[in-house]
């Protein structure tokens, strides 16, 4: 099967890392991986900040880079959400909303593409030690995705899963929201460690690059010891 990477800008930039993993899993589960060259920011930072019209256009060249997909799969449920908010952000646009449509109808976050179009449960994984799950906001509440990245971990052989209390609380990343609101976000960021903690898990998972960022950064700052790895991580290990 073909699918076109859909790789984002915080792994572009700070986590390639997940990148690499993302598309060694893929090639693993035997999925041909086409990345686009023309592929830039979604325009969420943007839209969610008000600059609409500007965002639309980050937004148009996205629709286009990845016009010709089968499959687009996204290492990250926020920007693989925003692909299917185009289609509100084009409505009525006779030109635009069409494509947006049709975008969102192929776009998939990893964990959702492997558990329901590859209908994958046990990706042959191999990771030891305790882990708990963050569960991002825009993956759960816009995207929907809820179920696929559980029953993975949870199939990974060696992985002793622990779920986490008060997983539906936000971690205070919020995009722009913990640019503009850094001591409300940081006291909801504190009050997450607190909940990863008490799991006495050895590693956070999450599949969302912006909240593993800003959790790993205020677990580093209070010396925390648990590891952060994204999901692509532990599901491409196969020691």
């Not at 016009?67 to 799969?73: F, G, P, S």
């Given at each position: 099967m073909k699918v076109t990477l859909f790789t984002t800008c915080l792994v572009d930039m700070f986590q390639t890392n997940v990148g690499k993993a993302t598309v060694e899993l893929l090639e693993h589960l035997d999925c041909k991986v086409e990345f686009p060259d023309g592929q830039v920011c979604c325009g969420q930072p943007a839209y969610n900040s008000g600059y609409v019209e500007e965002a639309k256009k980050a937004m148009k060249n996205m629709i286009q880079t990845f016009?010709?997909?089968?499959?687009?799969?996204?290492?990250?449920?926020?920007?693989?959400?925003?692909f299917h908010e185009y289609k509100e952000i084009f409505k009525?646009?006779?030109?635009?909303?069409?494509?947006?449509?049709?975008?969102?109808?192929?776009?998939?976050?990893?964990?959702?593409?492997?558990?329901e179009v590859l209908q994958i449960l046990d990706v042959g994984s191999t990771f030891k030690g305790r882990v708990t799950y963050h569960t991002s906001c825009h993956m759960t509440r816009l995207l929907g995705v809820k179920e696929p990245p559980i029953t993975l971990l949870k199939n990974v052989k060696g992985i002793e899963y622990v779920d986490l209390p008060g997983k539906e609380n936000c971690c205070g990343f919020g995009g722009t929201f913990s640019v503009k609101m850094g001591q409300i976000s940081e006291k909801m960021v504190d009050e997450k460690v607190q909940y990863i903690e008490m799991t006495e898990a050895d590693y956070l998972i999450g599949a969302d690059a912006g909240c593993l960022m800003n959790i790993c950064g205020r677990m580093n700052r209070l010396g925390k010891p648990i590891e952060v790895l994204h999901i692509a991580e532990v599901l491409n290990y196969r020691n």
């Open positions: 016009e010709d997909a089968e499959y687009i799969v996204c290492p990250s449920g926020s920007c693989a959400n925003m009525g646009d006779p030109i635009w909303e069409p494509k947006a449509i049709t975008l969102a109808k192929k776009t998939y976050e990893l964990t959702q593409f492997i558990v």
